[in-house]
């Protein structure tokens, strides 16, 4: 009271709003005491002793290899973080399963490089089969200007007729392995044949002569070269 | 001593070695300690819970988590700090579990089952109950950190530097929080207490 006689009214107040609801703590004290007074204080020590002391006796059996066994889904349940990765490792281990058991694109692959074996060799055969109708074409377009022009000599010039033939010993010698991986025997044979008749042609590198002109159309026509080359191109272009 | 814990004091060097003790599985140790600063926690539990049974679970509860951790108490800190910090978070879990049971009790229970919440008023003790009441709750209403400043100044009667302690903040902070805490509650108990805010 003596500290509230040089106050303001206002202040006096203030100090008495306070004062008055900081009393109100002491009712709530008052509850606490006769919350506390109904509790045995003297028993409580050597109840909580007890259930700490069991506790731990139950934490050191189960270490002791007393496992406290649970079925598994309980315990997973206990451990949410558990059944989480659990449940994760299941489903991630499931997707790996099918995604290399099942044919087709590997997962993470790019689509448009993947192919099948038995679609490989299919176009490798295709691609065989192609090469050796483009050589033959070929080759029989330098047969055809060289033995094009009877008497009169070949159309093409000795250099043009060494550059053709050399691309095309260049070609055969790529063709050679494909034709004999896919068994194409005629095809290898006449081939062959005109293989050597390119050989001999690249060395003759000047004009040539009527005689040894004579000589190689002899050569090619009763070896029957261009018709061959007909036939073998038909037969490679249908696929037989 | 506090009026609500008449339980005597024991000195920084006897509480370590009891706790050495607890730590190598002492029982009686684990007692004494225990029998030291009960009715500490308890008062501390049931200002947050405002139920006996609630704070006696608050109290054994925290006295089974110092068993399990008493080896990690610093010493050198204050002890009485530490435990009465343990006791908060166990009485605040305690609070919230209850609080979430209730809401869910109310919303699934008729009105017809529910219990009367108070007899019939006796003339007189209505206006100090509704006080009483209103007190509760504006307290309960308070921001956390200044509720239990103002629990652990009023109804444990510690020192602020004891509330420092426990609440890990500066001395200079539990008296702050502890102003803002009276402010608030004179603003809201104003019309009640029938002053002027």
Request: with cysteine.
């Amino acid at each position: 009271m003596d500290e509230m006689r040089g106050m303001t009214p206002a202040d006096r107040a203030e100090a008495e709003a306070v004062e008055r609801l900081l009393g109100e703590t002491a009712a709530v004290r008052d509850e606490i005491r006769r919350a506390a007074e109904a509790v045995d204080w003297q028993a409580l020590p050597a109840l909580i002793a007890d259930r700490a002391l069991a506790a731990e006796d139950g934490a050191a059996g189960r270490k002791a290899g007393a496992p406290v066994r649970l079925p598994w889904p309980a315990a997973l349940r206990m451990r949410p973080a558990l059944a989480g990765l659990a449940a994760g490792l299941i489903v991630g281990a499931a997707a790996m399963y099918l995604a290399l058991k099942a044919p087709g694109p590997r997962p993470g692959r790019n689509e448009a490089y993947y192919a099948s074996g038995e679609f490989l060799d299919r176009a490798e055969l295709e691609m065989a089969r192609r090469g050796a109708v483009d050589y033959l074409e070929k080759s029989q377009y330098v047969l055809l200007d060289v033995f094009g022009s009877d008497e009169a000599g070949p159309v093409a010039p000795a250099s043009v007729r060494m550059s053709q033939a050399r691309d095309l010993l260049q070609k055969k010698k790529y063709l050679n392995g494909q034709l004999e991986r896919f068994q194409m025997a005629k095809a290898k044979a006449l081939c062959d044949q005109i293989e050597m008749l390119f050989l001999e042609l690249s060395q003759i590198d000047d004009e040539l002569p009527a005689a040894e002109l004579g000589r190689i159309r002899g050569f090619v026509e009763e070896r029957q070269l261009l018709l061959k080359i007909n036939l073998v191109k038909k037969e490679l272009e249908s696929g037989v | 001593m506090s009026e609500l814990s008449p339980e005597p004091q024991a000195g920084a060097a006897a509480i370590e070695a009891l706790l050495e003790k607890v730590q190598a599985g002492d029982r009686e140790a684990f007692m004494t300690i225990t029998r030291l600063y009960q009715r500490k926690v308890f008062v501390l539990a049931y200002s947050i819970l405002r139920d006996r049974e609630d704070a006696l679970d608050a109290v054994q509860e925290t006295f089974l988590r110092l068993y399990q951790k008493a080896g990690l108490y610093r010493p050198g800190n204050s002890f009485q700090g530490w435990l009465l910090q343990m006791a908060k978070n166990i009485s605040i879990d305690h609070y919230r579990r209850n609080r979430k049971k209730k809401q869910e009790w109310e919303t699934t229970t008729p009105v017809e089952e529910m219990p009367l919440a108070a007899g019939p008023a006796r003339e007189g003790d209505s206006a100090a109950a509704d006080l009483r009441q209103a007190f509760a709750r504006s307290v309960e209403s308070l921001a956390e950190r200044q509720k239990m400043v103002f629990i652990m100044r009023h109804y444990n009667e510690l020192q602020f530097n004891e509330i420092s302690e426990a609440m890990k903040i500066s001395i200079g902070t539990a008296k702050s929080l502890h102003f803002k805490a009276v402010q608030n509650l004179r603003k809201r108990l104003a019309p009640v207490l029938g002053i002027g805010s």
